[in-house]
């Protein structure tokens, strides 16, 4: 009962999302990224909170879920590179919306954590699914435009030691992806989401509370067979689409 919630929910959430955005993909992933930070900085908060009163420390999830929202963070200014937030009414409606979003993920968070992880698998699976639209749908154009250098500067230049912080289930510095025009920094964010699903599903598992550890821990979560059959590391093959 608590999941069919938690799904009509996000159904609730993506339909208004689609609707409005219908014809504007990079104001539609401005949103989408606004609000997809929010669960994490969530997570944070509940748990700075329960350390400080001397209830439980975790610091292995403080790292992880830092990185989570550092690497959503980088996909936002990607696409504010794109001008998803040239518009004053996609910043309200965004910015308000994870104002809202932060404070139910909050109280979910404290209520019952591994229904606050299944929400953001949910919602992280939509972003995966919609990047991988994406792309299959605009490949040509992408690839004949370059990369923002916010995008490089994440994915190639900089520290890369948050950006394999993130994956719980992948073993650090296994994946190096290429960043040489747009197509290929849109294939990275929907990897990277897939990469946020693993780690929520980590999360809810019997034993995460001793078994989840930070991935240069050297202690990598084995995901269960399903979702890695749901969620492939390695991108599907895609199809042009003409005219």
Known sequence: MVKFVLRSLV???????????RDRPY?????????????YFSYLSVLHLYETL?????????????????????????????????????RFFAQHT???????????????????????EQIEGHAFHTYDQFVATNQAELQAQPAPAIAIAYYRDGDLYMFDEFQ???????????VDNLYDVFVNIRDDEAEHVKTMVACQQPDAQTALKSPHNLEVIQLPLEV?????TTPAPVTTVEG
């Open 11 to 21: 159904g609730i959430l993506v339909l208004v999302i689609d609707t409005f955005y």
């Open 98 to 120: 994870a104002l809202m979003y932060y404070w139910v993920m909050v109280g979910l968070y404290m209520i019952s954590p591994r229904s606050a992880y299944y929400m953001m």
């Open 168 to 178: 719980t289930c992948t073993k650090p510095e296994s994946r190096r992806p290429s």
């Open 54 to 90: 001397g209830w439980w420390r975790k610091a292995d999830w403080l790292k992880v879920h830092f990185a989570e929202a550092w690497n959503e963070l980088h996909h936002l200014l990607i696409m504010e590179s794109l001008g998803g937030n040239r518009w004053w009414i996609d």
């Open 228 to 232: 890695e059959l749901v969620l492939p």
């Open 27 to 39: 104001q539609r992933f401005y949103v989408l990224e606004t609000v997809a930070r929010v669960p």
